[in-house]
């Protein structure tokens, strides 16, 4: 390995252990974890509930409008113009039930995996094959990352909401340890789960 690889292999270690933490805190990182996940799918039923009863209105007005033109209540120039409206507004509403339709019934075990792989990550990079790391990699960094030849440094786009959760959540725990907790870290923790999506940790 080169110089330059070399570094840049360092420098990721680094950016991967920032997510590491101690093994002791993980019961209350993951009872924190299940019940952030638990308030975010409970918004997300609230919002599903919201759009279905839109979609079932959606597939009312499309019916009464093929009534109306069945007995000539309106032309065929008006029932073409509207059966686009409908279908289009019903398409639309069948991609928002797809966004919020979160299955979790495995929440707790993915949540397990999530941190037993985000707990030694950045030691798990370091002794993992070429195909691993850039699983993990994409698993951190969902939109990849890019590397800036003139400062040598790696940049990011988006790191994955979760491993994101954790750290605020394992940055909490050591603050009230060492009674160094402040307003900044208790927001963060409030706001961490916004955003999140769907887990997915399998390597």
Known sequence: MNENAKRLNNQF???????????????????????TFQKYNEDQTEAMQTIEKQFAESLKKI??????????????????????????????????????NIKSSNLTNEIEAALN??????????????NTKQKIQQLVY??????????????TIRTNEVMKLIATI?????AQKKGTMNENIHQSLLVAGT???????GL
């Not at 394992?170 to 050591?174: G, P």
Request: hydrophobic share 30%; aromatic share 12%; with cysteine.
């Open 63 to 100: 019916q009464r409008l093929e009534e109306r033109f069945i007995m000539e209540e309106i032309n065929r120039e008006l029932y073409e113009k509207y059966i686009a409206i409908y279908k289009q507004e019903k398409k639309e509403l069948e991609t928002k039930l797809e966004k919020v």
């Open 13 to 35: 270690h680094g950016m991967l252990k920032a997510f590491s933490f101690n093994p002791q805190f993980l019961p209350v990182i993951k009872y924190q974890l299940e019940a």
């Open 117 to 130: 792989i985000t707990m030694n990550i950045g030691d798990s990079w370091q002794k993992s094959d070429y």
């Open 142 to 155: 969902p939109e990849g990352i890019s590397y800036n030849k003139e400062n040598g440094e790696c940049r």
């Open 170 to 174: 394992s940055d909490h725990i050591q």
């Open 195 to 201: 955003g999140l999506e769907p887990v997915t940790f």
